[in-house]
Nanobody
Framework: QVQLVESGGGLVQAGGSLRLSCATSGRTGSNYVMYWFRQAPGKEREFVAAISGGGTRTNYADSVKGRFTISRDNAKNTGYLQMNSLKPEDTAVYYC????????????????WGKGTLVTVSS
């Protein structure tokens, strides 16, 4: 089992920045690919970013490419999502997830989920 706990969400003005954290515990987190998904009100959960277990590979949704940066510190068992140039359309609950497979961009492919943290971007 891998437990995931997100933090760092909040209210920010458009153009601002936030950094989300995902603390992992349980089975060795570095064995898993870490993902960030988000779900806006009334919409389906969507892929945001992924980082490989060793942190050498990353991938982003087109909607956040160039603005968001995913990273991880396996020594601290923590992953991060740095979000810059935030837009109102980035408002959503952001979820950290873990999976064995690389670049599974569908929610159904995840093995573990956190409970989410709310990000609200005001215009």
């Amino acid at each position: 089992q891998v437990q995931l706990v997100e933090s760092g969400g909040g209210l920010v003005q458009a153009g601002g920045s936030l950094r989300l954290s995902c603390a992992t515990s349980g089975r060795t987190g570095s064995n898993y690919v870490m993902y960030w998904f988000r779900q806006a009100p009334g919409k389906e959960r969507e892929f945001v970013a992924a980082i490989s277990g060793g942190g050498t590979r990353t991938n982003y949704a087109d909607s956040v490419k160039g603005r968001f940066t995913i990273s991880r510190d396996n020594a601290k068992n923590t992953g991060y999502l740095q979000m810059n140039s935030l837009k109102p359309e980035d408002t959503a609950v952001y979820y950290c997830a873990a999976a064995v497979r690389w670049l599974v961009t569908t929610p159904g492919g995840m093995n573990y989920w956190g409970k989410g943290t709310l990000v609200t971007v005001s215009s």
